[in-house]
């Protein structure tokens, strides 16, 4: 029995979570857990890392201090940002939040330039995302490129923090949309023309790779425990994939349902034709040669704005409870919107729409909270539509991990709509599946297969049957003609 800990890191909060194997069952248990958040300064919108390093540690001398002498350890958080040390292993900037408005028009201004967008799908399989890598270093400042000795995404660099060891882990850098998916390493001419070289970056790494202990520096002071630090999947939505609780029989699909909402199905190779482009669906490398084929949605961000804006006078099981007291379909907003990306005010934003569009005002904190997941249903439908068409298949069940699984009135409204079976669960699928390549590494579990069957019986999913009736024609008309409306530029 070992003690394994996955530190995961969300765009609002971070955790470490202990897990164990006991008579083939995983038990967890949260040993700390911390707030984040990007802050705005002169303009931009950046990451407080050395703080987010700095808690890292605290967590791991609690883990110490609460009896765990020796664990293994994997690192996971959000994509696509980036840090650049110099030659001495110094960071040469403050790390840019990917909702910093600098990238703004940056894809439009690097195609002009460079290649062209079906060039560069048919190359990496990315979806174009205002903030991917490729677009934040098309932008970034030329001399500070030049004197980047490594180029890490931010897990990467909180290996490099804690190890000494330069990595790049492949789940994450395929967000940077510079991975061709041919010789399955960074394109040299993506890298030409952004003025980088491949030695700026570090050798791939997959999931599963073991990185050896920490450094002396933490390891001689017995405030730690002896970690064993292994590459789990550093993007937490491959550590979230690696978590659902599948079945090998029944054909599924995941929504991976946080501050972002990914739809999307576990694919063996990817889809990179003009149909797959156009749909902006993604081809994100997951643990163990499979492909995320996924569609990124706004997700819970909006109702997470919408609640700070609030003054967070009520929780999310609050204003869910709330929203389903109100009048379905009242308002709706496409959540898919640049305008709803990172707007001075997301409750003034989505009133604005709803203004503009002629519908009824979301005037109180459940009316707000009922549009958002009304709309965020219709997205979801129209993603799995899609998906259905792209890959060909027809899916029996949606797996709903993550945060967004607790949220019993999503949950029906998504079952309903999609008319498929739903199951929620685990909320910490991401802990959860960083955990189980831990254990696959260290040989506690056979295989992927294996460690899904173990998550089912630890965390038995909660399962939603839809209602066909609640996926009212006119409900899809108004939300096409939603669709239709020529978008207004944002109130930030």
């Not at 069952?25 to 700390?32: A, D, F, V």
């Not at 399955?184 to 202990?213: I, M, S, V, Y």
Request: glycine content about 8%.
């Amino acid at each position: 029995m070992g003690h394994a800990i996955a530190v995961d890191i969300g765009a609002s909060s971070g955790r470490l979570v202990e897990g164990t194997l006991i008579e083939g069952r995983l038990e967890m248990t949260e040993i700390y857990r911390f707030d984040n958040a990007f802050t705005e300064k002169d303009g931009h919108d950046y990451w407080d890392i050395d703080r987010l390093t700095e808690e890292i540690l605290v967590g791991l001398r609690k883990a110490k201090a609460a009896g765990i002498d020796s664990c293994t350890l994997g690192i996971d958080t959000w994509g696509v940002d980036y840090v650049l040390l110099d030659r001495f292993g110094q960071r040469l900037h403050e790390v840019y939040a990917y909702r910093d408005v600098r990238t703004a028009g940056a894809a439009d201004r690097f195609h002009r330039n460079s290649l062209d967008r079906s060039a560069l799908y048919a190359k990496t399989g990315i979806q174009e995302l205002s903030f991917n890598t490729l677009y934040q270093l098309h932008v970034h400042d030329r001399r500070q490129l030049e004197q980047a000795d490594r180029i890490l995404l931010v897990p990467d660099y909180f290996y490099y923090r804690l190890t000494g060891k330069f990595i790049n882990e492949e789940t994450n850098a395929s967000t940077t949309q510079l991975l061709n998916l041919r010789t399955r390493d960074f394109d040299a001419e993506l890298l030409g023309a952004l003025g980088l070289k491949r030695d700026q970056f570090a050798a791939l790494t997959a999931p599963g790779t073991r990185l050896g202990g920490l450094r002396p520096e933490f390891a001689d002071t017995g405030d730690y425990p002896n970690c064993s630090v292994i590459a789990v999947p550093t993007h937490d939505t491959a550590s979230a994939v690696a978590g659902v609780p599948a079945a090998a029989e029944r054909s599924w699909a995941y929504l991976s349902s946080g501050t972002w909402s990914l739809l999307g199905a576990e694919l063996d190779k990817p889809l990179t034709g003009e149909a797959a482009r156009r749909a902006n669906y993604t081809n994100e490398w997951g643990a163990y040669g499979t492909f995320r084929f996924l569609k990124n949605i706004m997700g819970l961000w909006m109702i997470q704005e919408v609640r700070r804006e609030d003054g967070a006078r009520h929780s999310f099981a609050e204003l869910a409870e709330a929203a389903g007291r109100e009048e379905a379909f009242r308002s709706l907003v496409p959540c898919n919107a640049e305008r709803f990306l990172n707007p001075k005010s997301m409750t003034e934003e989505i009133r604005a729409f709803c203004r503009e569009s002629g519908q009824a005002l979301p005037d109180t904190s459940g009316r707000l909270a009922r549009c958002v997941f009304d709309s965020l249903a219709l997205t979801y439908l129209d993603a799995m539509r899609e998906l259905e068409r792209l890959t060909e298949s027809a899916y029996e069940v949606l797996h709903i991990v993550g945060g967004g699984a607790n949220n019993r009135l999503l949950s029906q409204l998504t079952s309903d709509l999609l008319g498929i079976e739903v199951r929620t669960g685990p909320s910490e699928a991401t802990a959860i599946g960083n955990i189980a390549v831990q254990m696959i590494s260290s040989g506690e579990l056979a295989d992927l297969n294996a460690a899904r069957r173990m998550i089912a019986e630890s965390f038995p999913p909660q399962t939603y049957r839809p209602n066909p009736a609640a996926a009212r024609p006119e409900i899809l008309d108004r939300w096409r003609h939603i669709h239709s409306i020529p978008l207004k530029e944002t109130l930030r």
